[in-house]
């Protein structure tokens, strides 16, 4: 049995999930690892409109590779100031 992983996003990202009528947390099953990008790509959710990832709550790059079972949210830029600090990531390049 393939072990799924949990997406969420947030900020305007949910907004897009709520149009898609998709369940938060959204559940992917993976035949094989993936990155955030290549799970973004594989979800149709624009790379632009992705500042941040996180994996099992930490902070990763989009070339980090995500394996079954682990949890996925993906952040849009705004986040405030102190906050971007805290949760460990700055916009990309």
Request: charged fraction near 20%; aromatic fraction near 8%; glycine fraction near 10%.
């Amino acid at each position: 049995m393939m072990n799924p992983i949990e997406v969420r996003a947030f900020g305007d990202l949910q907004g897009l999930f709520n149009e898609r009528g998709w369940p938060f947390p959204l559940l992917v099953n993976l035949p094989e690892p993936m990155t955030a990008e290549e799970l973004a790509i594989k979800l149709n959710i624009p790379l632009d409109k992705i500042e941040a990832v996180f994996l099992n709550g930490r902070a990763v790059g989009v070339d980090h590779p995500i394996q079954a079972g682990d949890r996925v949210a993906f952040v849009p830029p705004g986040t405030p100031g102190p906050y971007r600090l805290l949760l460990g990531f700055t916009a990309r390049t």
